[in-house]
Structure formats: C-alpha cells, structure tokens
C-alpha cells in the first residue's frame, strides 16, 4: 500500500501541524482558518459506501464516508444506526503513539441549552469499530436522542486519530443536503442542513469538495449552486461518485465524462472520479479498494482520461498539491490577521483599563486615577499646558469659551481682568465727571499771561480705570450679570448729592467742615453694586472650576459611571465647601469695607493733594478768565526779546474770593475730593482683593490640594471606593472575553513563529 505520506512534503506537514494548532488555541472562532470540506447531497455518495441508506425509522442512518475513506485510508465500521447529523471533523496527526481522542466544539455564534455539556465532552477509544458508540454518545451531549429532539447540530466533532502510519490531514464531513422532505423530516431540518453547508463554503479560505453523485441528474444536486452564491466556485473541486452506476457507452456516461474533461462547467480546481465501494466491497482493505478502482478506471471509455483526475490515488496527489498552493497563498494574510486582531484587542484592553473586581483593585485603580487627574489640575492651576488633555488653544473663541475651560489659569486670569473691568464700568453708583464740562481745559488766550500758568493747569495723568468708567466697555472680557449702568453726574450735579447728604448728616461741625463718618456714608452708597458684581465673579469662576473638572475626569477615564459618582461622592461637595468658603471671605472684605473709612495707602494723600491743586488751578483759571484783558499792564523785556502782561493781584485774589464765598460748597467740594480719592484706593484694594483672597485662597489653590488630592482620594472608605471604581458586569465580562482572545492571538502567533521557524 502506498502511504500518503508519500504525497506530503515535511513543509506542507509543519504547516498542517500549524493549523491544527490554531484550532486548538480556539482561533477558528475568530478566524476562517484554512480547511476542506467535503459537502454534498445525501444522495451524492458522500457518506456511504456502495450506496445510501435512507430510512427515518430509525434515529440514526448508515455513514459510509467514501471521500474520507478513500483519501485517509481509514475504515469507518459500518452501523446501520449511525448517519452524519453534525459535522466531523477528521484530523490525522503523525506520531509515535496510536491514539483516537474525540472533543466536541461548540458552535460559537449559537447558543444551546446543551452547550455547556457538549463543551465538556471528551472521549477516547482504542479501536475505530468503538466509533459508532462515540458518534451516538457525542449526539446525546449534543441533545439529538430522546423525545423531542433536534435531527441536527451545528457543534463539531472533532476526532484526533494519531499514529506512525498516519498523515496530517484535516477534513471536515459535512451533514448532506435534503432536497426532499418526508413524513420524518422538518422543514426547519431540511433548512438546517442547506444553512450549515452555506455557513462553510461561504468562509474564504475553505476548499470545497463538493461530492456529486453521477446517478442522480446533474441539475438536481445544488451543491454547486450554493459555491457560485457564496462565490467558492474558484475554491471548489468537484468529486463526482458512483461513476460504475452508469451503462458504458451510454449518452448518460458521456455527459458526466465531459464534465469532468471540463467542457462543460469549470471549477477552480477542476473535477475528479472516485468509484465507491460496492456492498460487496465494504470490508476490504484500502489496498484492495484501490485496486478495483483502478481496474475500473482502466476500461471503456476512462481511458481516455488522464490519470490525473482518476481515482483516490491520484486525487491524494491533487489535494497535496492544492493544499500546498492554498495554505501557502492564505497563511501569510492569516498570520497578519492575528496581529492585527491581537494589536485591536490589547487595545481593547487598554481602554477598558485595569481589573477593579476587588477592593484592593479599586483603590489601586482610583489612587492612579487621581495621580494622573492631580498633576493635571496642578499643571492648569500654574498655567502650564504641555499635557496632552490641554490640546491647542482655540484662537477663534473667547478665552472664556467652553472649548477653552481646559486652561484653567488663563480662563481666571481672564475672568479677574473681566471682573476689574466691570468694577471700573459698573461698579459706582454715581459717575461723577472731575469738572461741569467734563476735563480741564487750558486757557483759550493765545500769547497771554496764561502762558505762565500752563503747568499749573495741566491735568494729572488720567487714570486707565477712570477712563473705563467713561467708556461702553464690551470687549468680550467683561462677564454677563448685572448690567445696571452708573448715573452720570457732572461735577456740579455730584457735588448737589454730596451736598444733600451733608445737610442730612452734619453734627456738630463747624461751619465748612465736615465729618469723617460723612465719607463713610457717602462711599457706602456709591459703591453698593460691588457686593454683587463680586458675588456674580465668585459664581462665574466656580463654574468654570467645575467644567474644568468634568472635563480632566472626562479625561482620565471614559467611564461615564466612575466620574460621575466621583463627582458626586468626593468634587461636588469639596468644590461647594470652596465656593462656601470664598462667600465667607468675600462677606469679611464687604464688611470690611462698610466700616469707617481707613486707608493708609499713600496715594491716597497724594491723589487729594493733586485734587485740591486741580481744584484751585481751576479757580484761579476761572478768576483770570473773568478779568477784562484790557486791564492787563504790558511790560516790555527787550532783553530777553518777550512781551509780559501782569495782572493785578488785588483783582485776582477778589475774583477769588467770591468764587469760595460759599463755605457750605467749599465743604461739599472738599468732601466730594476726598470721597473720590477715598473710592479710589479701595477700589484697587478691593479688586485685588477678591482675585487674591478670595479666587485665588479659596478656589484655585484647593483644586490639586484638598479637592482631588491623593489625601482626600485615600480617605475614602471601602464602600466608598467599590461605589465609585466597582467595575460594571458588562466591562468584567468584556474583560474576561477580551483577555481568553488575547491568550487565543498570542498562542497563535507563537504556533506561527515555531512553525515558520524552519523556513527563515
């Protein structure tokens, strides 16, 4: 007998020995590996030996495996109550040890009430005439005996027949097709075995030997209608039985003979004859089997075949060559299916995070997570952007923009500029301009005395914040809240104010005095909206704070669950007691403020003084201007080439005194000076203060310190912890999936290395 090992290379063999490993690591759930199948009618020949049995009285027909005999060299016992109902896989393996171990694989896309039990079957027999007794044991895991039953299965039986003489070869033995329905059969089973006949020959990197029986018409076996649906004709080879079944000579034996000459329909891999057993026949050997194929072959009109597509001799020969062919054209995209599938799944993984089924998990995970959300918020908190979450900066948008709340530093210091403006704009009650007509103005008389006196008219340098308060500030920086507008007041209308205020207020103050409480009373009033511009600030910075945050636990884990619960559980309410704590400063500066008036700022002084000097230049300006020029006396100073014109003191000093007569004004107009400096100073103090005291001490400097510190993350009880970080079923169950594929990947790729080894 000629082994078929004859007809293996040692390559193709490391090679099969590489698909057998995969299907062990379970990756032909993942992938469609490399097989042959053999598929066909249930009159085709397929499973039977000189003919097929059909009787649906008993639960199980005879199986005679021609193809698989035929090419293995393997005799399966003959059992008139055994019939393919489920799909066998048949694998050889070449070794030193005789052994035929059987294993059921579940079918992965199906769920069955008898899964779990067929997963664990196993069986091991010491001899092939116990196969009918396996086949039946194997059917009863896979829940077809008894009542009620179903006819088929879509699990495998996968039987491992090891040993010196064998070859390594993998096919799988399909259930045939039913065309026709009897009183014994279902429609759903008849569905069944076209579904599962499609469910294989549609995978890609399958060889179809699609069994065709040359006593049943050729259009009434679909078998190869089902390889053009699914586009396996290119992968297909047609095997057509039974050929002694046919009357020599006849128009019949000459049609099926051009058909396998390929006149007719072209495969991939071309058509071959196998003569089937007779009844007779059925125990012989393998040697003998082949002998009268042979013989048969070499008569009538098969002589004018090629040898080639003749007989199982020569077809062991064809299958080497077409495996040979298929597995070295299919591994190499195989191989890199599995490193993409393994790269897909680590990050997978990756994304998925670290097992937190235990309490020491949890906390471990949740001390990272805060570790990386802590240097984050410090990072924001310092104005330093290199970390990935910051990204690029938003030029298009407002600083204050939701795109840009992950630059924390530069949204405050936005927001504080916002705030100072506002103050500036909006804060006062009353506007009141420095003189009647708005600013000073210089002498109108060109060439006059006046000249001299230009340095004394002159006007300090304007304040920026004076000028925001005359201005319509609208900038984008100024933030939304109160929008009432101070009342402008000219100096004479603010000086009625004051005026009134001082009538209602005197005590017991000489005549042109007044009392310092009246400053008190005056500046209170005046700047009664910083209360709640300070509190709107307060408020606006705090949201941006919490945005902030969502934002970097966003960031750090995507899992909705985890940051909103820590959220709730540890930020909310450390943030709330923050913003708490910033209303408390910010009421102590209110408060402060509404005291007595005390500063000790020296600009004050100095902003007083330049007030009385503007003041008086004002009317020492308005005394000159109301002297006729005609009483001016011109003196002439050849020396030095100039023209001086001198006005009388006397005149002068009069007009001067008539303009401070009334000392109830001259009060008022000393109070409105003082209040105006008074404003002034506390403005910029209070400014600061809110930006330092109270946003910067209460809310900015907590973030990386008290509110997602590792200090206050490691206070958390267990419970606490397991609430926040406890893993979702769906995440652990996808956990454990993805880890089982990983493990399935890597045994691949390993299978890969060892076996590609030899071939470097």
């Given amino acids: 007998m000629a082994s078929i090992e004859d007809s293996w290379t040692v390559e193709l063999r490391k090679l099969l020995e590489l698909l057998d490993d995969l299907k062990l690591a379970g990756l032909n759930q993942i992938f469609h590996l490399p097989q042959i199948i053999v598929v066909g009618d249930q009159s085709s020949g397929k499973s039977s030996g000189a003919h097929y049995y059909i009787c649906w009285s008993k639960p199980f027909l005879t199986i005679r495996c021609a193809v698989l005999n035929a090419i293995m060299q393997i005799l399966f016992p003959r059992s008139e109550e055994l019939c393919t109902k489920f799909p066998i896989q048949v694998i050889l393996r070449h070794g030193d040890t005789d052994y035929i171990r059987a294993r059921i694989d579940p079918d992965a896309a199906r769920q069955t009430r008898n899964k779990a039990k067929a997963k664990k079957f196993t069986k091991e027999i010491k001899d092939m005439k116990d196969f009918p007794a396996l086949v039946d044991e194997a059917a009863g895991a896979m829940g077809l005996t008894g009542t009620n039953s179903n006819a088929f299965s879509s699990e495998v039986l996968t039987v491992e ?47 179809v030997l699609a069994v065709i029986s ?71 050997s ?76 949890q906390r471990t995970c949740l001390l990272k997570l805060t570790m990386k959300l802590s240097e984050i918020v410090k990072d924001a908190a310092r104005g330093y952007y290199d970390s990935p979450f910051f990204g690029v900066a938003n030029v298009e948008e407002a600083v204050t923009s939701e795109t840009n709340t992950r630059r924390l530093r530069a949204v405050v210091e936005e927001q504080n500029l916002g705030f100072r403006l506002k103050v ?57 809240g109160s929008e009432a507008k101070p009342i402008s007041l000219s100096r004479e209308e603010g000086l009625e104010w004051v005026s009134k205020v001082l009538k209602r207020s005197h005590g017991r103050e000489l005549p042109g005095n007044f009392s310092p409480e009246l400053i008190g009373q005056l500046f209170k009033e005046n700047s009664e909206n910083w ?61 402060d403020m509404n005291r007595a008036p005390m500063t000790y700022n020296p600009e004050f002084t100095s902003m007083l003084v330049r007030r009385r000097q503007l003041r008086y230049s004002s009317t020492v300006q308005a005394g000159l201007e109301s002297i006729n020029p005609q009483d ?41 000076d003082c209040l105006q400096a008074y404003y002034k100073c506390e403005r910029r103090y209070f400014i600061d203060a809110v930006a330092k005291q109270v946003i910067e001490r209460h809310l900015i400097q907590p973030l990386p310190t008290d509110i997602v510190s590792l200090t206050a993350i490691a206070s958390l009880t267990d419970e606490e912890v397991g609430y926040v970080m406890a893993e979702p079923a769906e995440t652990t169950r996808e956990r454990d999936f993805l880890l089982e594929r990983k493990n399935q990947l890597e045994s691949g790729r390993r299978s890969f290395e060892k076996a590609l080894r030899p071939f470097r």
Wanted: proline share 4%.
């Fill in 161 to 207: 027949i090891c040993g010196p003489d064998r070859p390594d070869l993998t096919l799988v033995d399909l259930p045939g097709t039913i065309l026709n329905r009897t009183g014994a059969q279902s429609q759903a089973d008849i569905d069944f075995t076209h579904e599962i006949a499609e469910h294989y020959i549609r995978m890609p990197r399958t060889i």
């Fill in 214 to 284: 040359a006593k049943t018409d050729f259009a009434c076996q679909g078998i190869l209608e089902k390889c053009a649906k699914h586009n396996a004709i290119d992968r297909t080879m047609g095997i057509i039985t039974k050929p002694d079944v046919l009357d020599a000579g006849s128009k019949s034996e000459k049609t099926w003979l051009n058909r396998v000459k390929g006149l007719d329909r072209q495969l991939g891999h071309g058509w071959h004859l196998l003569r089937n057993r007779t009844e007779k026949e059925l125990n012989f």
């Fill in 286 to 361: 393998s040697n003998q089997r082949d002998e009268v194929e042979a013989t048969f072959f070499s008569k009538g009109a098969y002589r004018e075949l090629t040898r080639d597509i003749l007989g199982v001799k020569s077809l062991r020969n064809r299958l080497s060559s077409v495996l040979d062919q298929h597995l070295r054209k299919e591994l190499p995209s195989l191989r890199r299916e599995i490193n993409q599938k393994l790269h897909e799944t680590e990050n997978s993984l990756v994304k998925l995070g670290d097992a937190r089924t235990t309490t020491n998990e």
């Fill in 424 to 480: 500036c704009k909006r804060g006062a009650k009353y506007n009141i301009k420095r003189t009647s007509k708005g600013r000073v103005r210089k002498p109108k008389i060109e060439r006059s005395p006046m000249d001299v006196m230009n340095s004394i008219f002159i006007a300090p340098d304007e304040d920026p914040e004076d000028l925001a308060s005359d201005m319509d500030i609208d900038d984008g920086r100024c933030p939304k």
């Fill in 531 to 591: 209360k709640i511009l300070a509190e709107e600030h307060v408020e606006n910075v705090a949201f941006c704070c919490k945005s902030f945050l969502i934002s970097a636990l966003k960031h750090v884990t995507n899992e909705p669950n985890v940051y909103d619960r820590l959220l709730e559980l540890k930020v909310d309410g450390a943030l709330e007691n923050a913003c708490k704590a910033a209303q408390k400063e910010l009421k102590k500066i209110i408060e």
């Fill in 632 to 672: 001016y006396t011109v003196n002439l100073e050849d020396r030095w080439g100039t023209t001086r014109f001198v006005v009388d003191p006397l005149k002068l000093a009069n007009k001067i005194e008539e303009a401070t007569a009334d000392v109830g004004r001259e009060a008022a107009t000393g109070a409105l």
